[in-house]
């Protein structure tokens, strides 16, 4: 009789520590699923918040002093995840914009870059000349592993627009 009490209480020290165990694994599983949510959902608004300083500027009537500033913005983007940086293709911005000519059209065939931009910026009247002048965005494109913009193109609006 004496063994047979000592093996239900055995049996049930057993039953007790399983199921302590049990709930110690459920616990922390239950708590990784929560962690795992809250990251993903940091990672979101991380992404909104890089996306939305780019998309500010998808608009009409920009001044080319606004075109300036998402330059210089996706300068400092190249530049931090470029080749100076962490070497992350899938971070480039491309910036491209189109200029009207003297005679008041689009200058056929001309898209201009950051390598064009950085060339007009040292001429201080040509400089000047761009900055005063108005630009419709013309188009975004994100990149589809990782969500971000990787591309703005503007357009300069004739001055009948």
């Not at 199921?19 to 990672?43: D, H, V």
């Not at 918040?49 to 009409?60: G, H, P, T």
């Amino acid at each position: 009789m004496e063994n047979a009490s000592k093996a239900l209480l055995m049996a049930g020290g057993v039953l007790i520590a399983l199921l302590i165990i049990g709930l110690l694994i459920y616990s922390f599983g239950t708590m990784s699923g929560y962690f795992e949510t809250e990251n993903t959902k940091e990672q979101a608004e991380q992404l909104k918040a890089f996306n939305d300083q780019y998309e500010a500027y998808n608009r009409k009537l920009l001044r080319g002093t606004d075109v300036v500033s998402v330059i210089n913005k996706v300068i400092d983007n190249n530049e931090k995840y470029g080749i100076n940086g962490y070497n992350e293709p899938n971070y480039i911005i491309q910036v491209e914009f189109e200029l009207i000519d003297s005679v008041g059209n689009l200058e056929a065939g001309r898209i201009y870059n950051i390598s064009n931009y950085s060339e007009m910026k040292k001429n201080q009247e040509d400089f000047t000349d761009f900055k005063r002048r108005i630009f419709n965005c013309k188009e975004i494109k994100y990149n589809k592993s990782t969500g971000r913009v990787n591309y703005i193109s503007f357009i300069e609006r004739k001055s009948t627009e």
